[in-house]
């Protein structure tokens, strides 16, 4: 990789993430540890993370160097492509103008390599030999696999098991890039047969699977853990997607009245909006970003803000969040990259002081909008990314009934390719309209005994 020769376009690469915490008017409450609900400092997450992410988990500083051997890899596929949606435009009828950013040309085909390459770098200098974590739909999974092979590091993978029955093919390329698979929940951990014990039948969540991707990592010397969403350092690598997307618009001439991304823990969305939420705080930019998410686990449209664990089971620290509790298992949709209790801690805070919103669809909404793009623009969008999508149609719509021109800019994160399992439930009649009841999510809540915030 070090002798690849750098193209005009890899110029336009980045040369820095993006910390929005430095901007943010309310800064993030801290963790807290789990037994004695005190405040937690970097220390604590030494045993799952390599030096320099916990740095940047915590850091306050604005703009974070990008090493030039993650830039170098970033250059196999980025920059990533901006389009304007004229297909759609025209099937919608709409005065608004609506662009979107492709992250689906990665190797993997999403946006998750641009925190996994990274995680994966940070973690060989400190001389880490293998990776553990948690997939739901695969794509993050797939993207570890590939980081990791890329340093020579083993990777294991805990995979949602609705996920890994629904799309084997995920599996696979994993495998292909060297990496082992479990269903998740699996006997290969103390959490997994324990929850397995109580509920065998059970179709997983993301919460569970970090449970076990935790322990082996907690319990195991030469073996650290990646988190794909949720952390301030994974958000902050994504907003290379932000960065990039700035500059494109302005070359187009033009520049976004509302941000669109699907949101599942926080880095889709804050990969995109980030950036121009910086033009926002710093600027006094209008720019709306809204967060998109499933009817089947609303935790930004229906959830609490309050201390909760990121995983099942009470493995990581406290985390102020809106949640739905960490004992939530989301209903089988096929958007399993979004089936996460949680929301990250910054993404959290900026809801909460109103400086984004959030949508909720449901599965019928979403694989139409899916549907609809797919034959006006070519490209069949994974299930995460229609949420994106049903929420940019949903504003077109209204700029038709209020006779206004807005633009619009979402983040189509990756491609269908993979999906075809859900596509074909959708043509049969198989998809339904899903939305939890107060019933439902109150039930959850209840069990909830982690710290209320004021």
């Not at 070090?2 to 993030?28: C, F, G, H, S």
């Not at 970090?210 to 030469?222: G, H, K, L, M, Q």
């Amino acid at each position: 990789m070090k002798n690849r020769k750098i193209t005009l376009e890899e110029k336009e690469i980045p040369e820095k993430w993006y910390n929005i915490v430095a901007d943010m008017p309310n800064k993030p409450l801290p963790p807290l540890h789990p037994g004695t609900k005190e405040p937690i400092g970097p220390d604590a997450l030494a045993p799952l993370f390599p030096e320099e992410l916990i740095k940047q988990e915590v850091s306050q500083e604005k703009w974070i160097d990008i090493p030039d051997e993650v830039r170098n890899i970033y250059s196999i596929w980025r920059p990533t492509p901006l389009y304007r949606a004229y297909g759609l435009e025209k099937a919608l009828d709409t005065p608004a103008k609506i662009y979107y950013k492709y992250e689906g040309t990665s190797p993997s085909g999403s946006h998750k390599p641009n925190t996994a390459v990274p995680q994966a770098y940070y973690n060989k200098k400190e001389g880490i030999k293998r990776i553990t974590t948690e997939t739901g739909a695969g794509q993050w999974g797939s993207a570890l696999a590939f980081a990791c092979n890329h340093f020579d590091m083993e990777c294991e993978v805990y995979m949602v098991r609705l996920s890994y029955d629904h799309k084997p093919y995920r599996k696979v390329m994993m495998n292909t890039w060297g990496a082992k698979v479990f269903p998740s929940p699996s006997n290969a951990t103390g959490a997994g047969r324990k929850i397995l014990e109580k509920y065998p039948d059970t179709t997983g969540s993301l919460g569970i699977a970090i449970s076990e991707a935790v322990e082996r990592a907690a319990t195991n010397a030469d073996t650290k853990y990646a988190l794909g969403s949720v952390l301030n350092h994974v958000k902050l690598h994504q907003t290379i997607i932000g960065q990039e997307a700035v500059a494109q618009m302005q070359k187009a001439g033009d520049m976004p009245d509302i941000v669109i991304a699907p949101f599942g823990g926080g880095s889709n969305f804050a990969g995109l909006a980030f950036p121009f939420l910086r033009l926002n705080l710093a600027e006094g930019r209008k720019i709306r970003c809204i967060a998109s998410e499933p009817t089947s686990c609303p935790k930004l449209t229906r959830g609490v803000f309050r201390y909760d664990f990121g995983d099942t089971v009470g493995m990581t620290p406290l985390l102020p969040m809106y949640t739905l509790g960490h004992n939530f298992v989301p209903a089988p949709i096929h958007a399993g990259g979004l089936r996460y209790h949680g929301a990250g801690v910054i993404v959290s805070q900026l809801l909460r002081d109103k400086l984004i919103e959030a949508l909720a669809h449901d599965n019928v909404e979403v694989f139409k909008a899916g549907v609809l793009f797919a034959r006006t623009e070519g490209i069949i969008p994974a299930p995460e990314a229609a949420h994106g999508i049903a929420t940019a149609i949903a504003e077109a719509k209204k700029c038709k009934e209020e006779g206004v021109s807005r633009t619009i800019l979402f983040n189509l994160c990756g491609h269908g390719n993979f999906d075809m399992k859900a596509y074909e439930d959708y043509f049969d009649g198989k998809i339904m309209q899903h939305e939890l009841s107060s019933e439902e999510i109150d039930a959850s809540l209840a069990q909830l005994d982690t710290p209320e915030i004021n």
